[in-house]
């Protein structure tokens, strides 16, 4: 059926009214549009263009004349990212070279078919909910058209028939008769870039199912990821601000997109469903050492996305004062420890990064430092900050490099990867020959827990003792149990050359909880006398102590110790000194 004369009428009409209206409008001055000069850099150009299309995007700005700003903004683009076409523009004041007006063409960005005039390259874009009245520039006015709606529903045109079809047909030289309606207005140019497109951007890898597993998935990196389908909103714009946020924290973070209809099953593993609109989420391990996807739901502009990414990156090291520590001498498991000295207040982007990355191999921590006049400081021989500081796992403590000296965030990271992995290899170097050295024969398998009494007890927890753990009993079999885990817990610390009888330590001891329940008193009289058996850390020199009353396993004993040894457990004042009868 072909369409009637009157519609045709009207279809040319409208092309008419574009045409005259693109023709009436001034030439625009495509770096004034842009606000950049006309010895800018492609860098200076697509931050220009990235900050102007966020702040004018229909999706984000409904103020009058925001569309056609936005259209002004890509169509300037367009221009000055292709060096051919600002070549031409700086030699004849347009991007073909030709002193008049181009033809104009159709696409489709973001949901927003555009027809694009010659000369001033102006655009017009519809949002797709009908057709307005967008406002008109030096006095003309400008209109944008929902091209391909239903007719018959409330966001169609008032033509009755398809303006998508017709204009379609019109430029593409077909036929616009009856059945052959079938060309979609809107389609870009077969291998056209879209706007934001820079062969020096920061590349947004492509995410599947096995890339996630071996490159993502619990691998101590944060990931800034964009989960999408081809019809959502938005990607066009988060793109490019995820193109600008990981190119300024490039190193600490990756960036990754997923195309939820090709990867159903990694989008469904993830959580994570696609309505109308593209999500953005970061994986980080701000919490735990497994990472996990927090989604963003800021402003789209790079600022905000910045400052939400370098919140979530990884915080595995400890904020320390610098004249309140010392390295932790027992830690179970026995890692090396590094700590690192700058002038920052808070803990540095890069030293957070790399935390995540080494955090099953090293235990962090940081300081604030302003001079190196610290005792530790003078006795290693610091003295230029930045510093790193490293301790081996046979205690013994030395500077790795003073005055780290880094040019930006990614060359930071590596120096400091590279310093780590370093010492990581040389303590790999001597756990394997501490594994190596004989066993004397005459040396019992297994360290008998002793029973605290009034004679041994400054002995085994007095004051040349950091910490001591006592496993109070009631009963035969509670004193077996307590023993048997504090003994194995015991070895696996001495395995790795940290000897509970040495002078700076930790102290393994057995108390019978019915013959001393004034000692007990002491420290936690309730939980004595409500439990057969408990774990009780005291540390001698600061008359401070802990108690753990739930089940006692080798797991939950493990990490009871652990900290109290890192410092994460809050300790109590005991009420005087305690004393064994």
Request: aromatic share 8%; net charge positive.
């Amino acid at each position: 059926m072909g369409i009637p004369v009157r519609s045709l009428l009207v279809a040319s009409l409208v092309l008419t009214s574009i045409a005259l209206h693109v023709a009436a409008a001034k030439n625009l001055d495509p770096y004034k549009v842009l606000g950049v000069d006309k010895s800018a850099s492609q860098r200076d150009i697509q931050k220009a263009f990235h900050k102007l299309s966020l702040k004018y995007h229909p999706d984000k700005n409904k103020g009058k004349g925001a569309q056609e700003k936005f259209a002004e903004i890509n169509n300037a683009y367009e221009i000055l990212s292709d060096e051919e076409k600002r070549k031409h523009y700086d030699l004849y004041g347009d991007e073909k070279g030709n002193p008049g007006f181009d033809g104009g063409n159709f696409g489709n960005r973001e949901g927003y078919t555009y027809f694009t005039g010659g000369g001033p390259k102006n655009s017009y874009f519809s949002s797709g909910d009908g057709w307005q009245t967008m406002g008109g520039h030096r006095n003309t006015k400008t209109f944008s058209f929902s091209f391909g709606g239903n007719p018959g529903a409330g966001g169609g045109n008032p033509f009755g028939f398809d303006l998508g079809d017709v204009f379609s047909n019109i430029f593409s030289g077909g036929s616009m008769g009856g059945s052959q309606h079938t060309g979609s207005a809107g389609k870009a140019r077969p291998g056209a870039k879209p706007p934001g497109h820079d062969s020096s951007s920061v590349s947004i890898q492509e995410v599947t199912m096995q890339i996630f597993n071996k490159e993502i998935a619990d691998q101590g990196i944060t990931w800034l990821l964009l989960f999408y389908t081809p019809n959502a909103k938005g990607q066009f714009v988060l793109e490019s601000v995820v193109e600008d946020v990981a190119r300024s924290l490039d190193g600490a973070l990756r960036a990754g997109k997923l195309n939820c209809d090709h990867e159903k099953a990694l989008c469904k593993k993830a959580g994570v469903s696609i309505g109308k609109s593209a999500r953005l989420f970061i994986y980080s391990y701000t919490t735990t050492e497994k990472g996990s996807l927090h989604e963003y739901s800021g402003d789209y502009d790079s600022k905000s996305l910045k400052t939400f990414c370098q919140e979530h990156l990884p915080r595995f090291s400890k904020r320390v004062d610098i004249n309140q520590f010392s390295f932790p001498s027992n830690i179970i498991p026995n890692l090396p420890q590094v700590l690192l000295l700058s002038a920052k207040k808070d803990t540095p982007a890069m030293w957070r990064a790399v935390s995540g990355m080494f955090r099953s191999r090293l235990i962090f921590y940081d300081a604030e430092v302003q001079d190196v006049s610290h005792p530790l400081l003078k006795h290693l021989g610091v003295k230029n900050i930045p510093a790193l500081i490293g301790r081996s796992i046979n205690g013994e403590e030395q500077l790795l490099k003073d005055g780290i000296s880094v040019k930006d965030l990614r060359s930071g990271i590596k120096e400091l990867k590279n310093l780590l992995e370093n010492f990581g290899k040389k303590n790999k170097k001597l756990a394997s020959n501490q594994a190596k050295k004989p066993t004397h024969t005459n040396q019992p398998k297994e360290n008998k827990i002793p029973l605290l009494t009034a004679s041994n007890f400054e002995e085994i927890c007095g004051d040349k003792t950091s910490v001591c753990i006592i496993g109070v009993f009631k009963s035969n079999k509670d004193k077996e149990k307590l023993e048997s885990v504090l003994t194995e817990i015991s070895q696996k610390t001495l395995i790795r050359g940290q000897n509970y009888n040495s002078g700076n330590s930790v102290a393994y001891a057995l108390l019978d909880g019915n013959k001393q329940s004034a000692f007990l008193s002491t420290f936690d009289k309730s939980a004595s006398n409500s439990s057969d058996k408990l774990l009780l850390a005291y540390k001698p020199r600061r008359g401070r102590y802990a108690v753990y009353n739930n089940e006692v396993t080798m797991e939950e004993t493990e990490r009871f110790v652990v900290s109290v040894l890192n410092g994460d457990v809050q300790l109590s004042a005991a009420g005087r000194k305690p004393v064994l009868r």
